[in-house]
């Protein structure tokens, strides 16, 4: 089940996202948030879904990972869903005691679950594509203003990028020390919440030991490559916009100017 999570995961490819600049991916992405959270019509919101599907083909990674992606976030998906089917207004459907579902109310349920799965799935393609070493370029690089007010860019992206990094590790080494608890006749499976929770503490107090040894590992090698932050520090791959870029930028102006059309064309489809 751990290994179904593929947050921080890089899966290398020859394709047109893994080649675009990490920063204009990292701009894209928060663009994608904002077409979710701003399509107000399921026109709008599907127009938002192609272009993310869009950006999902050009990366060239599987489907079947993009689909892992969304398994740990099936539970959220699941219980929105059912918070918005009785949350609407209209002539109900189906009504047992206070609860009642109505077709306004179907219709946030499907609304508000394409949301977050897509938001998911736009997120995923910007960790899929980009290496831990570009985000932390991209990421110091569209932080760089922030330095005239003495703000630590460099270090604040190294923290991002290192914790995004360390969380397939910390699955990986989940799974290791649950598999080896299981061999010894641990039972992490039946039994009432509070066994579950208890069954737990085997693996944590590994798991704290096993994470703290590998940040004083990491410490160490960057302390004996004599690191001291991003002062003085050179690329050795200078990031530059291509002549592909500036035609992702161009798609992105188009894809904002057709959606702001159908966002203002067609009546919203959330109703309260």
């Not at 890089?10 to 979710?36: E, G, N, Q, W, Y």
């Not at 910007?126 to 703000?151: C, M, N």
């Amino acid at each position: 089940m751990l290994s179904d999570i593929t947050l921080g995961q890089f899966f290398p490819a020859k394709s047109l996202m893994h080649k675009a600049d990490p920063r204009l991916k990292i701009c894209l992405t928060i663009f994608s948030i904002v077409l979710i959270f701003a399509a107000g019509n399921f026109f709008s919101l599907g127009w938002a879904v192609l272009y993310i599907a869009l950006a999902m083909a050009l990366s060239k990674i599987p489907l079947k990972m993009y689909l892992r992606a969304l398994k740990p976030i099936l539970f959220l998906v699941a219980f929105t869903a059912v918070l918005n089917i009785f949350y609407g207004t209209g002539d109900p459907l189906f009504q047992w005691g206070i609860l009642k579902i109505t077709k306004n109310g179907l219709l946030n349920c499907l609304f508000v679950s394409i949301r977050i799965i897509v938001l998911i799935l736009a997120s995923s393609v910007l960790t899929f594509t980009t290496s831990p070493t570009q985000l932390t370029d991209a990421i110091e690089r569209l932080l760089r203003p922030l330095s005239k007010l003495h703000v630590p860019v460099h270090d604040f992206a190294m923290m991002m990028t290192i914790a995004l990094r360390f969380v397939p590790l910390l699955m990986e080494e989940t799974d290791k020390i649950m598999s080896a608890q299981k061999a010894r006749g641990a039972d992490m499976e039946s039994g009432g919440l509070v066994q579950r929770v208890k069954a737990l503490i085997p693996v944590l107090i590994p798991l704290f030991v096993s994470a703290f040894r590998r940040a004083y590992d990491l410490a160490t090698a960057m302390e004996s490559r004599c690191y001291h932050g991003g002062e003085g520090r050179t690329k050795m791959k200078v990031l530059r916009f291509s002549s592909h870029d500036y035609c992702i930028i161009g798609s992105a102006l188009l894809a904002l100017a057709a959606f702001i059309t159908l966002n203002m064309v067609f009546p919203p489809a959330i109703v309260r």
